[in-house]
């Protein structure tokens, strides 16, 4: 069965990010695949190595730059990859419904049996994509996947939840997204490196889709957080707990 | 076009009426804190509060549900199928509830089970959904965190329907009695079928609740075995309070993956906003953020700490 995975370029988890009012500061930062999206690529290489998939096509939505974050995924052992171009920033700008709509039509176009991706980008921290799309195809929906185990015409899925883990048995075709503990994304060799760039991206332009992009919600203004008062270091125990008891009331 | 877009529109702005329907989640027929602090969300939007309690627990429950203060109206969908908030069932639960109601807000505490079923029954809805929202402007507008918390965005929201998950740590509790709410069942749903629930393991902790406690006990990387945690575990009692873990801790394995704090895991806010850290290196970015620290060895201090309060 051929496996679509959907990946995101975001700014570097370890870059500090710069606050403007219109939005945080992406000139000139490093950018790299959204971690999620890693994991989830890693999950659909692992089941092109275990002959469950057949093909891994890895696909991404934003500027020309995406097509570095594509030739990541194609390093890592997808086969190939199809760039959905836009202008629009991807961190507010394009928004969740959106690119589910657009990835709606690549599923339509591709016929996967199995969309994973990860279960949120660490820029709009929106974790919708996943859901979305398994909404609007009507497919069932594994999220937050720790484990996955595709048996026949069904998908085994077992899920972080909020006291624990669970598992659903879904009927394919599915919609997975990846958690932390999926699995650890290996790292690119050079000589898969060099191979990647022989590995076919298909271009197309967001606009042709015949999908309205236009946001639905407003970004008003982007703000830092508030910050904490500066604290005081104390040197034992004893001043800790005297601290805690006459200064906060804590104990 | 243009003019019969705005005419609908604002017609639309005028018949709908402001109301809410909060999705409620259950500590087993009680209604939880963070779905408490929901109904204080809805309350600041402004508008009737429509409470919906779903799954084998829901008669009791919806009882629970009918004393919260400042709920109107109690919606019950005692049905097996929806005790494991299936995604698929719970949205076609919500498309039947606000195609009967038509709500201008649905709002549930943010959760792997809301992240799971809301953003579906938007696609549903062509609705964009709205995440994690910190604080209720308007009823358009809402603070969200964005970057991992490093941004706080103010949106405002330009669809008929706002499907809202809330971050209960932004809003105090609704009190838990004083309401008087009409009770009745939900709208039927179809059964979808496409995903069943299998199994699931569930951490028994005696503790309170990470997401809801007043105090939290947090390790990391320095407790360096699952063994030494219980020195937490130990500290945390004392304090009535709970423990949490850095991701390192969970992927080192010293503790399992629920008790997870920050982007990817819980995020916490006790009652108690004062931030203490105990790190024996004195360069550890935690003291930039800490009201008191103490640099010193975590297994020298703790014990004493314990011992001491």
């Keep these: ?251 | 076009m243009i003019s019969r877009q705005i005419i609908r529109r604002v017609a639309t702005s005028r018949n709908a009426a402001m109301s809410t329907l909060v999705v409620a989640e259950l500590n087993q027929s009680q209604i939880s804190g963070p779905t408490l602090a929901t109904v204080t969300a809805a309350n600041k939007i402004g508008g009737d509060i429509t409470m919906l309690v779903l799954g084998s627990q829901a008669g009791p429950a919806a009882e629970a549900a009918a004393k919260v203060a400042g709920v109107k109206n109690v919606l019950h969908a005692a049905d097996p199928k929806y005790d494991h908030f299936v995604a698929e069932e719970v949205a076609e639960l919500l498309i039947a509830a606000q195609k009967a109601s038509n709500y201008s807000h649905v709002l549930a505490p943010s959760s792997n089970a809301s992240k799971n079923y809301l953003p579906r029954a938007g696609a549903k809805l062509d609705t964009a959904p709205i995440s994690d929202i910190l604080a209720v402007i308007d009823k358009d507008t809402f603070l969200r965190p964005t970057y991992a918390g490093n941004a706080i965005a103010q949106i405002k929201s330009k669809e008929a329907v706002k499907l809202i998950t809330v971050r209960p740590t932004g809003f105090e509790k609704a009190a838990a009695e004083g309401g008087n709410a009409s009770v009745s069942p939900a709208p039927e749903a179809p059964t979808v079928g496409k995903s069943t629930f299998v199994s699931e393991e569930v951490s028994k902790s005696e503790r309170p609740d990470l997401s809801s406690a007043r105090v939290v006990v947090s390790g990391g990387r320095g407790l360096k075995s699952g063994e030494n945690f219980e020195m937490l575990y130990k500290l945390a009692d004392k304090l009535g309070g709970a423990v949490g873990a850095s991701r390192a801790a969970v992927d080192a394995g010293f503790v399992p993956n629920e008790l997870q704090v920050g982007q990817t895991g819980k995020v916490v806010a006790p009652e108690l906003k004062t931030i203490v850290a105990i790190n024996k290196d004195e360069e550890a970015p935690i003291f930039q953020v800490a009201d008191y620290g103490l640099v010193d060895d975590l297994f020298k201090v703790v014990p004493e700490l314990t011992e001491k309060i």
């Design chain 1, 1 to 251: 069965m051929k496996v679509l995975v959907p990946v995101k370029r975001v700014v570097d988890y370890a870059v500090k990010i710069r606050v403007e009012p219109s939005g945080v500061d992406l000139k000139n930062v490093k950018m790299s695949m959204n971690p999620f999206c890693e994991i989830a690529v890693e999950e659909a290489i692992r089941l092109k190595e275990k002959k469950v998939a057949t093909e891994v096509v890895a696909v991404s939505i934003g500027p020309k730059q995406s097509q570095e974050t594509l030739r990541t995924a194609l390093a890592m052992g997808a086969d190939r990859g199809i760039h959905i171009s836009t202008d629009m920033r991807t961190d507010q700008e394009l928004q969740p419904l959106a690119v589910a709509k657009l990835l709606k039509e690549i599923v339509i176009k591709e016929d996967p049996k199995l969309v994973i991706c990860g279960k949120q980008s660490i820029d709009a921290d929106a974790a919708q994509t996943g859901p979305l799309l398994a909404g609007l195809l009507d497919w069932s929906q594994g999220t937050f996947a720790s484990k996955v185990a595709i048996e026949g015409e069904s998908a085994h899925v077992t899920r972080e939840t909020d006291a624990g883990i669970e598992t659903l048995k879904l009927c394919l075709p599915a919609v997975v997204t990846a958690d932390l503990r999926l699995n650890e994304p290996r790292y690119a060799t050079l000589p898969n490196i060099m191979k990647a760039k022989k590995k076919k991206i298909e271009i197309l332009d967001a606009e042709s889709f015949g999908v309205d992009l236009t946001p639905r919600i407003e970004i008003v203004e982007v703000k830092e957080p508030a910050s904490r008062k500066a604290g005081i270091k104390v040197t034992s125990v004893d001043e800790l707990v005297d601290k805690l008891k006459n200064e906060v009331g804590v104990i």
